[in-house]
């Protein structure tokens, strides 16, 4: 293996030095048989390389072994799948990097298809398991026939890359296209962010057969099926958030839209059925939902293209250029003053009756509107804070470096 000073200034195509990066966390077991297979697929090439071990805070000798083997290890301070990988990414000096888990449920030695996409100017490259074959006892059932193909297509509508196994741990990607990414996600959804903005940006992604092994670890897995799954699943959602969010919005603003002006002056009566005030309360209570939700919806896209996950739709990018923080208040502050005013006049008719009852069918068509104009106002003001927040704010890791360990 050779072991030449490499650069980060080589050619985007082409593989001209390599770096086999592996996070680790207690790998005891099965890290020495990880970095045996590494170097024997190194051994094959005749360019630079380098393994590097990112640790996350090892206490069963896994780093020792590493050291014992010849190996670059990194001691990373951060916790989290994401922060390994990411720091041990980032102090690679190959101009590409091979990275993947340190359990020995992927094995190093079959790396030549990363590799070759590499070669040929992929940017990223995720490998597939299903086409390359699950070792009987290595995906537990949930994931295998649930999880995995849920989140899998989700990925695949939300982000358009067109994969089928979003959750693969053994991938390749250029030192280029990585600093590019600017990843932020610390725990196990760093591998659908990597693919969110990979597909965002436009890189040229191939998909390799992998085989996936029965882990030889004697302990149970760091995955946690439930959480994970779950926070995985929550960062599409939250990225992707058309079905959660702005479809509901359009169709409570579209029926409380239709509530309301069809019932602002006046009942209606259909056939038997006598549409007033009640129906009317409930039109303004739709309206302000879908108000909310769509909002929210907002907040999410932009939130998403800050973070570089997806681009902004030519609608939205018009709302974002226009609808800036003075603008919001200004807007907000009219329409809660409408509403208000509104309130006003029913309390002037209160006052009128001497504070005694009043027809409920008359002052509630005051009553209504002004407290759906207080509550829209104010959704529209707290959205102007959180939009300006998001603009003026951007998530990045703890700015402080890894430490080489001897």
Not at 5 to 21: Q, Y
Not at 161 to 170: A, E, I, K, Q, R
Not at 289 to 298: A, D, E, I
Request: hydrophobic residues 45%; aromatic residues 12%.
């Amino acid at each position: 293996m050779k072991h030449e000073v490499m650069t980060e200034t080589e050619n985007k195509t082409g593989v001209r030095s390599l770096s086999i990066v592996m996070p680790c966390l207690n790998e005891a077991v099965t890290l020495e048989t990880c970095i045996s297979r590494a170097k024997k697929f190194l051994s094959t090439l005749e360019i630079p390389s380098e393994i590097i071990i990112a640790d996350n805070g090892s206490t069963d000798g896994s780093i020792e072994m590493a050291i014992n083997a010849g190996v670059k290890c990194l001691k990373v301070q951060e916790k989290g799948y994401g922060a390994a990988l990411h720091y041990g990414i980032m102090a690679a000096s190959g101009s590409h990097i091979i990275f993947g888990d340190s359990d020995d449920s992927y094995h190093f030695d079959e790396c030549r298809p990363f590799y070759e996409k590499l070669n040929q100017g992929a940017d990223l490259v995720v490998g597939n398991r299903f086409r390359g074959g699950v070792e009987k006892n290595a995906m537990p059932f949930l994931h295998r026939y649930l999880g995995t193909p849920v989140i899998s297509f989700m990925g695949r509508t939300a982000f358009e890359v067109p994969f089928t196994d979003f959750n693969c741990g053994l991938r390749a990607i250029s030192k280029s296209a990585y600093l590019e990414l600017g990843m932020q996600a610390r725990g196990m959804d760093f591998i659908t962010e990597m693919l969110a903005k990979a597909g965002h940006k436009k890189m040229t992604i191939e998909e390799v057969p992998v085989r996936l092994y029965k882990d030889g670890r004697n302990r149970p897995p760091h995955l946690k099926t439930w959480q994970d799954g779950w926070r995985q699943f929550r960062q599409i959602i939250m990225l992707s958030p058309k079905w959660p969010l702005l479809f509901p919005a359009l169709f409570f603003l579209i029926l409380g839209l239709v509530i309301f002006s069809a019932l602002l002056f006046s009942r209606i009566r259909i056939a038997s059925v006598n549409l007033d005030i009640h129906t009317f309360f409930f039109g303004s209570v739709f309206f302000l939902l879908g108000l909310q939700l769509f909002l929210f919806y907002l907040l999410m896209r932009f939130y998403g293209f800050r973070m570089e996950y997806h681009s902004l739709t030519g609608f939205e990018a018009r709302i974002f250029r226009t609808f800036r923080f003075e603008k919001g208040l200004l807007l907000g502050a009219l329409v809660f003053l409408a509403g208000l005013l509104l309130s006003s006049l029913a309390v002037l008719q209160w006052a009128n009756a001497d504070f005694g009852d009043l027809n409920p069918m008359r002052t509630f068509r005051l009553v209504i509107p002004g407290g759906m104009g207080i509550m829209a106002g104010a959704q529209i003001i707290v959205f102007s804070f959180l939009l300006h927040a998001l603009v003026t704010f951007k998530v990045k890791f703890e700015n402080h470096p890894p430490q080489w360990l001897k």
